[in-house]
């Protein structure tokens, strides 16, 4: 008996959705139900703090492994080794990014408590593409930049188990944020360096 076609990360779509920016990449289903059950009970066991910007706490909590960025200095810190449980989904978000798994070399959890808003921003220019991964509740996802007279704005709704890569102009020109999210939810974000 023939077995099933069990697909690998390339079979899966990887879409671009209507309006996205270029170089926005968006992967339904990158993780399987039991993959996010798993990796949400580990998280819940991390000791999340408030994020810190400037003397301002925001109301998402994170934790960094691999390198810290620290925004009251504006300088990069050693942090504590990636951990085992993310090595697995560092190789597919690396495969995502079209990089060996040890070029991820910074990860970044968020916890977003209802209410929980990211503002608007890009990721510190030390870094190049970054890859992030949504558990437990779907958010608005959205993209603005400067044009004349204003912005141009586009958005995309990163579902539970998806995965999206920020690269080329949608990781250097616009920026990005999520909007009070509805529901408890955790983001997974890697990042390479620039080379």
Wanted: aromatic share 12%; charged share 25%; hydrophobic share 40%.
């Amino acid at each position: 008996m023939a077995q099933a076609h069990q697909p690998t990360l390339f079979d899966a779509p990887q879409i671009p959705p209507s309006g996205a920016p270029e170089g926005f990449v968006y992967q339904p289903e990158f993780l399987s139900s039991e993959e996010e059950a798993e990796l949400a009970a580990w998280l819940a066991t991390l000791p999340f703090a408030a994020f810190q910007f400037r003397g301002y706490e925001g109301r998402r909590r994170v934790v960094s492994y691999g390198w810290k960025y620290d925004f009251t200095r504006s300088h990069l810190d050693k942090a504590d080794d990636i951990p085992s449980e993310l090595l697995p989904v560092r190789a597919r978000a690396a495969e995502l990014a079209g990089h060996r798994p040890a070029e991820l070399q910074q990860v970044l959890l968020n916890e977003y408590q209802p209410g929980a808003p990211i503002g608007w921003h890009r990721d510190r220019p030390i870094f190049a593409e970054v890859v992030g991964i949504s558990l437990l509740a779907r958010c608005k996802f959205r993209f603005r930049r400067r044009v004349e007279g204003g912005f141009e704005r586009a958005s995309v709704t990163l579902e539970p188990r998806s995965a999206y890569l920020l690269s080329g102009q949608a990781r250097a020109v616009w920026e990005h944020s999520i909007p009070p999210v509805e529901a408890h939810r955790y983001s997974i974000t890697f990042r390479n360096f620039k080379g």
